[in-house]
Nanobody, 127 residues
Framework: QVRLVESGGGLVQAGESLRLSCAASGRTFSNYSMGWFRQAPGLERRFVAAISRNGRSTYYVDSVKGRFTISRDNAKNAVYLQMNSLKPEDTAVYYC????????????????????WGQGTQVTVSS
């Protein structure tokens, strides 16, 4: 089992940046594909970005392409989400998730495919 703890959320103005971090502990981090999801009030949790075990494959939802960057450091057991040019519609609780995958290049994009979740960190973007 892997434990995930997110940090880095906060209140920013539109156009500003934030970097979210997710620290993992418990099992071999490099065995897990990782993802970031977000959930706005009254809405379901939605996919934002994912990264493969080796960090060479990434995938983004269209609404964040060109603004957000997912990365990971397997030596530090951490995954990051760099968020630039933030918009009010990015306001949500952001969650990181982990799923063990057999292959290094696999991307996991489906919410229900992830077994492990963090507690979330709030991101609020004011206009």
């Amino acid at each position: 089992q892997v434990r995930l703890v997110e940090s880095g959320g906060g209140l920013v103005q539109a156009g500003e940046s934030l970097r979210l971090s997710c620290a993992a502990s418990g099992r071999t981090f490099s065995n897990y594909s990782m993802g970031w999801f977000r959930q706005a009030p009254g809405l379901e949790r939605r996919f934002v970005a994912a990264i493969s075990r080796n960090g060479r494959s990434t995938y983004y939802v269209d609404s964040v392409k060109g603004r957000f960057t997912i990365s990971r450091d397997n030596a530090k057991n951490a995954v990051y989400l760099q968020m630039n040019s933030l918009k009010p519609e990015d306001t949500a609780v952001y969650y990181c998730a982990a799923e063990p995958t057999p292959a290094e290049f696999v991307i996991v994009r489906i919410t229900s495919d992830y077994d492990y979740w963090g507690q979330g960190t709030q991101v609020t973007v004011s206009s």
